[in-house]
């Protein structure tokens, strides 16, 4: 599975923008997919995962209510909704994906996952 993260830009604090991960392989409607971002200075940290059903949905907790995941399997496409965004948020988002024999399991451990893209700058001003 090879994985592209788009949909990065610059956006005021509490704006909204959706990032897109388009993944090539037949593997990817058998795989869950998470979001992770890493900040300038810190250590890369879990967002949100989607089973590869899209039935179970898992969020970090300074997320919830603010982002979505969703998942289209026909299109090969996992979407991040991110709105109230926040200057915390500004980071690189990298979306990964694992395949999976369970249809609704997810992970937030980066361990977990066997493939990456290249990520994509979310910028907040504040």
């Known amino acids: 599975v090879q994985l592209q993260a788009s949909g990065g830009g610059l956006v005021q604090a509490g704006g909204s923008l959706r990032l897109s991960c388009a993944a090539s392989?037949?593997?990817?409607?058998?795989?869950?997919v998470g979001w992770f971002r890493q900040a300038p200075g810190k250590e890369r940290e879990f967002v949100a995962a989607?089973?590869?059903?899209?039935?179970?949905?898992r969020y970090a907790d300074s997320v919830k209510g603010r982002f979505t995941i969703s998942r289209d399997n026909a299109k090969n496409l996992v979407y991040l909704q991110m709105n109230s965004l926040k200057p915390e948020d500004t980071a690189v988002y990298y979306c990964?994906?694992?395949?999976?024999?369970?249809?609704?399991?997810?992970?937030?451990?980066?361990?977990?996952?066997?493939?990456w893209g290249q990520g994509t700058l979310v910028t907040v001003s504040s």
């Open positions: 990964a994906a694992a395949p999976s024999g369970n249809y609704y399991y997810t992970s937030y451990t980066q361990e977990e996952y066997d493939y």
């Open positions: 392989g037949r593997t990817f409607s058998s795989s869950y």
């Open positions: 989607i089973s590869r059903g899209g039935t179970s949905l």
